[in-house]
């Protein structure tokens, strides 16, 4: 089983920055691709980022680009999300998800889709204060 845990997340006020990051369980984290989602009050879960197990791509929602970025240390299995210049549409409960790919054929994919993540965090809860 593997397991997510999700930290960084609180309160803070427009044009503020938080750093998220998800520690996983799973070993060697370098054979797992990475994603972030989140769902805000009254809506669905919606992709915000996603890296490749090698780190070498990333996708982003356009809602987002140019504003957070996506990162992994595989050393410490461990992705993490910077989020700068944050706005009160970006509250929201913030959700790491894991998949595990073949290293030597799929060091690059991602997916924007929740039905390609095969284990979830618990999630970690960004509020944005106006």
């Known amino acids: 089983q593997v397991q997510l845990v999700e930290s960084g997340g609180g309160l803070v006020q427009t044009g503020d920055s938080l750093r998220l990051s998800c520690a996983a369980s799973?070993?060697?984290?370098?054979?797992?691709?990475m994603g972030w989602f989140r769902q805000g009050p009254g809506k669905e879960r919606e992709f915000v980022a996603a890296i490749s197990s090698s780190g070498t791509r990333t996708n982003y929602a356009d809602s987002v680009k140019g504003r957070f970025t996506i990162s992994r240390d595989n050393a410490k299995n461990t992705v993490y999300l910077q989020m700068n210049s944050l706005k009160a549409e970006d509250t929201a409960v913030y959700y790491c998800?894991?998949?595990?790919?073949?290293?030597?054929?799929?060091?690059?994919?991602?997916?924007?889709?929740?039905?390609?993540?095969?284990?979830w965090g618990q999630g970690t809860q960004v509020t944005v204060s106006s």
């Open positions: 799973t070993r060697p984290f370098s054979s797992w691709a």
């Open positions: 998800a894991a998949r595990p790919v073949v290293p030597s054929t799929a060091s690059g994919w991602t997916s924007k889709e929740t039905y390609d993540y095969t284990y």
